[in-house]
Structures are given as C-alpha cells and as structure tokens.
C-alpha cells in the first residue's frame, strides 16, 4: 500500500454489480491511512482508518464520511437502508479482521459513519 494506489472493486448490493474505484490519498504507517472514491456509487467516499496505539493494545477505528446521489432521494435512502447497512459491513469487516489477526490486544471502536447533506 502507497499513496496513490488505486483499487478496483465490484461490488453486489441487493444483487446488482457496481463498479467502484478509491484512491489511496493519505498513508501514514502506523497510524493509518485514507481511501477516497474516485468512481462508484457513492457522490463522495471518504474512509479514514485509524490505528492507537494504548497501553493495553492497538485500538483500530473506521470514519466514513460520505453522500449519497440523488438529493432528497438519496437522503431517505441513506435514513431507510444506507446508513443501517455501512454500520453492518463495518462491524462484520472488524469481526473478519480480528479474526484473521488472531491478536488479544486488538480492539476496535465503533465505526462511526458520516452523511453529507
């Protein structure tokens, strides 16, 4: 990981098959970094993924910030499905990622999701 890197997703919401694209667009190892959309669903994407360091072990953190397209739509969208469905893929991502580190000392702190109006 650089900044700069760009990473190609596709994803599947309610089944359908979206393309996206973020920018790597802060790296600052070991505290953490930031991923921007570049194209995609979403009118802005900005994920900012934070490491502590604290006495008792790492605390991992997620902000994203982001707004939807469609005006008025979009915002009932974000308050009927959106919002409730990034906090769901965030908390499954920090279940996968403790998983896989299999570290006592990792914690995370609940992902904090932003709508722009």
Do not use: N
Request: charged share 25%; aromatic share 10%; hydrophobic share 40%.
């Amino acid at each position: 990981m650089r900044a700069g890197a760009e990473i190609d997703y596709v994803i599947r919401w309610m089944g359908f098959p979206i393309r996206w694209k973020t920018r790597i667009t802060a790296y600052d190892p070991p505290l953490g970094f930031v991923d921007e959309q570049e194209s995609g669903p979403y009118r802005l994407w900005r994920h900012q993924h934070t490491l502590q360091e604290t006495a008792t072990g790492t605390v991992v953190s997620d902000c994203v910030t982001y707004q939807l397209p469609l005006g008025i739509l979009g915002g009932i969208a974000h308050r009927l499905t959106v919002k409730r469905q990034l906090l769901e893929i965030f908390r499954f991502r920090q279940r996968a990622i403790a998983e896989m580190l299999e570290a006592p000392g990792v914690r995370f702190d609940e992902p904090v999701i932003r709508p722009v109006a």
